[in-house]
């Protein structure tokens, strides 16, 4: 609704600026004096000026709503968010977190919002994306994308539409819970193919600041690989095994917990991150709004007031003449 609403006060306001008349008495309440002196416009109507106050004054209120409701709900999310860490951590310690891993199936799963109006987080994951893209390209390599947001949609259907996967949006419809970020990962780990899931994500730290962020996980198989290798998986060998169940299956059930994981807290940061940045930019708006109306004020003023000593100077004539 909001949305709504702030689109059909900019189309109200951006109406009279792209209309083909040669001089537009909207330009001259703008425009400096000696613009105005150029064009040729010596005064400007009262009336178009308090319709573009109005209309400022109407975005200003929408805007200052649109910044309340954010705070609100990053105030709910931010909880989350913050028990959601220690969901994750664990696994980071056991299984490792390897973006320079080399495998040939890479898979990038892109989480971002399903609205705007929130500053640049978006831009920012497609961004990190792509350059993912390109790294872990070659000949014997493939990169395909999963999507979450659908932002991040809109932006790679352009020129990767060929490497999407799977789409996923309305994340945020009803209320984050874990139980719904697990059947997404589930869908993912069944319909997708991967030797390592990259989880690009921007991560919450203040209100106005957010750092883009990447998860790595990785397959069974390559988990047991690297472990047999040496290196930071190394102490998987170290660990005993108790039950019937083999390391193989262990690892299995490990990974895709780690992933529904690791996504859930992606998601939970991501919103966070999306709440806060679209707190500043409606701050800015509602700032820059009352910026617009304090110079539509001062224009008002001056017209009114112009208008005004026009009118005394015509009766002052007026009456001199009759006297004469």
Sequence with gaps: MAMAALRREGRRIAAPIISPRPINP?????????????????????????????S????????????????????????????????????????GDLPSVDVKKNVIVTISSDKGLCGGINSTSVKISRALTKINSGPD??????????????????????????????????????????????????????????????????????????STVLSPEVVEKEAEAGGSLGELDSYEIEG??????????????????????AVLENACSEQGARMSAMDSSSRNAGDVLDRLTLTYNRTRQATITTELIEIISGASALEG
């Design 56 to 95: 400022v004054k109407n975005i200003q209120k929408i805007t200052k709503a649109m910044k309340m409701v954010a705070a609100s709900k990053l105030r709910a999310v931010q909880r989350k968010t913050e028990n959601s860490r220690a969901l994750w951590q664990p696994f980071t310690a056991l299984l």
């Design 26 to 54: 909207l330009r001259s309440s703008i425009v400096p004096s000696e613009d105005q002196s150029f064009l040729g416009v010596r005064s400007v109507s009262t009336q178009i000026v308090r319709n573009r106050m109005k």
């Design 141 to 214: 390599k493939e990169c395909k994308y999963v999507i979450l947001g659908e932002k991040a949609k809109a932006q790679l259907v352009r020129d990767s539409k060929k490497n999407i996967e799977l789409c996923m949006t309305d994340l945020q419809k009803n209320p984050l819970n874990y139980t719904q970020v697990a059947v997404l990962a589930d869908d993912i780990l069944k319909n997708v193919e991967y030797d390592a899931l990259r989880i690009v994500y921007n991560k919450f730290q203040s209100v106005v600041q957010f750092i883009p962020s990447i």
């Design 244 to 265: 019937a169940e083999t390391k193989s299956e262990i690892l299995q059930n490990l990974t895709e917990f780690q992933f529904s994981c690791v996504m859930f807290n």
